[in-house]
């Protein structure tokens, strides 16, 4: 847990802790896309002068709700602060699409799997972290989505 240190050097906590929308989603999807330690540290620090901050804000969000991004950025960073790996974060969302993952060197896929009920087979991924497999399903509605369902533990990294 955190002892409510706020790094004021760190930009994402400082556009988290703005106030600002449009800086807040910026932050928010930096914590996506990252496994830093260097930039989730000072973020897990603040995590609750954050969850204050942002408590009330209104993000907005047309098909999906923005706030549920947010809560999902914050639980990636108390993931982070319990020192599990972020891959647990994928079975939680459905905004971590295979490609900008694999791009991130933060997965691998190692094989296919058929899938009638997609235009696409489910990809097999393996995490660069720890080693944990997913199948990951590729659907799409009113926007491209992926369900990843957790394998267990592969082989491990290298």
Same mark, same amino acid.
């Given at each position: ?109 190692? !094989? ?41 533990? !592969?082989?491990?990294?290298?």
């Amino acid at each position: 847990m955190t002892d409510g240190i706020v790094d004021a050097t760190s930009p994402l906590v400082e556009d988290f802790l703005s106030g600002d929308t449009r800086r807040v989603m910026h932050a928010v999807w930096e914590v996506f896309a990252t496994r830093d330690p260097a930039v989730l540290a000072p973020l897990e620090r603040a995590v609750v002068a954050i969850d204050r901050a942002t408590e009330d804000l209104e993000l907005g969000g047309m098909l999906a709700s923005n706030g549920l991004h947010l809560d999902h950025a914050l639980d990636r960073i108390r993931l982070f602060g319990q020192r599990r790996c972020l891959c647990a974060a994928y079975l939680s969302h459905q905004f971590y699409d295979v490609e900008k993952e694999e791009r991130r060197q933060h997965v691998r896929v190692v !094989g296919t799997v058929p899938n009638p009920r997609q235009w696409v087979p489910d990809r097999v991924c393996e995490c660069l972290d720890c080693g944990r497999r997913f199948q990951v399903e590729q659907g799409e509605y009113h926007y491209p989505w992926w369900d990843w369902t957790d394998l267990g533990p !592969g082989t491990a990294p290298t």
